[in-house]
């Protein structure tokens, strides 16, 4: 369980929380803390579930939180059960014992401690988020200028993906809108929405209202929105973690293996809840 603490940085951001492992000293459990920082939603997915917890759910905000509270503690239990399952495969050994010092105490010296979160830890952390983002900024506004059919080539490769996405309880418009959010989390709904409106730029409804009728006209049920939100809890990490990740882990396959596995629990999951609630008739 040692891994705990740096999993749950992951809450502000899941790069931020793989750079928190350094404070192990296992190699194996760092490791495993490192592999499974992905499971606990960082900030950028909590505007997501909210919006769509608040227009398909729960008016009321108490039980909206209550709800996003169940969200968090399936992927927190996911988690661990991931670090069991890795801890019995391609990350065997004996669990090692946790000593904590307590060091001196001396007075914190401002200048340093700025510095070195400013240059070591923000920048660090942007400085990878930029490189990715902005190519993958473009790459979005390009595919949404290709024309292919009666409209883009995103509306075109969204109606490919959406036979594989009806299984897990979603459409191909979310799906794509996913992958195209690799650079960031945030932008899963917008890009989603600019696919529906078929439009070449990432745009803005204004109000929740607007959001649910444009989602129940293309489709969306209760279900959809489950799925969609279970998937934004459990699916591959942002570029700047998986970049992170590689830095950290220091060998390619663990950085696959850190985007497989919660993409893996995130999918078998949604299968389980949409093919369940089709054989029970409730979609």
Not at 13 to 20: R, S
Not at 93 to 114: D, H, I, N
Not at 161 to 189: C, H, K, Q, S, Y
Request: aromatic content about 10%.
């Amino acid at each position: 369980m040692r891994c705990r603490p740096t999993t749950c940085m992951g809450f502000g951001c899941n790069a931020a929380g793989v750079i928190g492992c350094r404070i192990i000293s296992s190699p194996r459990e760092r490791l495993i803390a490192i592999l499974t920082n992905a499971f606990i939603p960082c900030n950028g997915r909590f505007p997501g579930l909210i919006l769509l917890i608040s227009i398909f759910f729960c008016q009321n905000s108490f039980a909206g939180a209550l709800f996003l509270t169940g969200l968090l503690l399936l992927g927190f239990g996911m988690s661990l059960l991931a670090s069991r399952l890795l801890s019995g495969t391609a990350l065997k050994g004996e669990p090692s014992a946790f000593t904590l010092e307590l060091p001196p105490y001396r007075r914190p010296k401002v200048g340093q401690v700025l510095v070195r979160s400013l240059f070591d830890r923000t920048l660090f952390v942007l400085g990878r988020a930029v490189a990715v983002a902005a190519p993958a900024g473009f790459i979005i506004w390009f595919l949404a200028h290709i024309p292919a059919g009666e409209g883009n080539f995103l509306t075109a490769a969204a109606e490919a993906l959406t036979p594989f996405a009806r299984f897990f309880g979603m459409d191909g418009v979310i799906f794509l809108a996913f992958i195209l959010a690799f650079p960031a989390n945030e932008i899963v709904l917008p890009i989603a929405v600019m696919i529906y409106l078929a439009e070449g730029a990432l745009v803005s409804l204004g109000d929740a209202g607007a959001m649910h009728a444009l989602l129940t006209q293309n489709g969306w049920t209760g279900l959809t929105a489950l799925c969609t939100m279970v998937f934004s809890v459990m699916h591959w990490p942002c570029s700047t973690t998986l970049l992170t990740i590689q830095k950290e882990a220091g060998r390619g396959k663990w950085t696959l293996l850190a985007a497989l596995l919660p993409t893996a629990f995130g999918l078998l999951t949604c299968a389980v809840l949409a093919q369940g609630a089709r054989l029970l008739g409730l979609a």
